[in-house]
Nanobody, 125 residues
Framework: QVQLVESGGGLVQAGGSLRLSCAAS????????MGWFRQAPGKEREFVAA????????YYADSVKGRFTLSRDNAKNTMYLQMNSLKPEDTAVYYC??????????????????WGQGTQVTVSS
């Protein structure tokens, strides 16, 4: 069973930074793409970013492109989301996710089979 544990959320002022971590266990972490999603109050969960199994390729939602950077350390079974220039509209619960498939990367929520419990990010104006 794959387990994902997020950490690093918190309260930050607009323009500030946070780094989220996602620690994975239960299978060969380095063999699978990974992703981040977020869900704001009253809204559906949305794609934020994804990373290939090697970490060489990354993909971002337009809303975070240029501000967020996704990386992974396969030796530590951990994925990181560096969030800079945060805006109030980035406020949400952030979830890391892992697929069962061996595709290059995934952007759709239904393509992910394992989810973490989420970590709250709140950006004040």
């Amino acid at each position: 069973q794959v387990q994902l544990v997020e950490s690093g959320g918190g309260l930050v002022q607009a323009g500030g930074s946070l780094r989220l971590s996602c620690a994975a266990s239960g299978r060969a972490f380095s063999s699978y793409a990974m992703g981040w999603f977020r869900q704001a109050p009253g809204k559906e969960r949305e794609f934020v970013a994804a990373i290939s199994w090697s970490g060489i390729s990354t993909y971002y939602a337009d809303s975070v492109k240029g501000r967020f950077t996704l990386s992974r350390d396969n030796a530590k079974n951990t994925m990181y989301l560096q969030m800079n220039s945060l805006k109030p509209e980035d406020t949400a619960v952030y979830y890391c996710a892992a697929p069962t498939g061996r595709g290059f990367y995934y952007r759709q929520e239904y393509e992910y089979d394992y989810w973490g419990q989420g970590t709250q990010v709140t950006v004040s104006s």
